[in-house]
């Protein structure tokens, strides 16, 4: 992934509301997620988001958490 790529996410995440914590952040609990999964999905509208929800059974328990507590914000 690019280094743009990833600054967008981490910008747009960073919005969200997410908490700061590591095991709740998006940003940094679903990096490898992103990496794996919706590495081609251009940043911006929610498609991040999007991608890792339809991807949710394949995620890592702490990506998903991390959406869960992004949900709840």
Known sequence: MSKLNFAAIVVA???SGAASAQSSDPRGACKAD?????AG???GGGRVVACLTDKR???SATCKAALDNRKKK
């Open 34 to 38: 992103y990496d794996k999964f919706c």
């Open 13 to 15: 995440l960073a919005f």
């Open 41 to 43: 999905i251009a940043p």
């Open 57 to 59: 059974d394949q995620l």
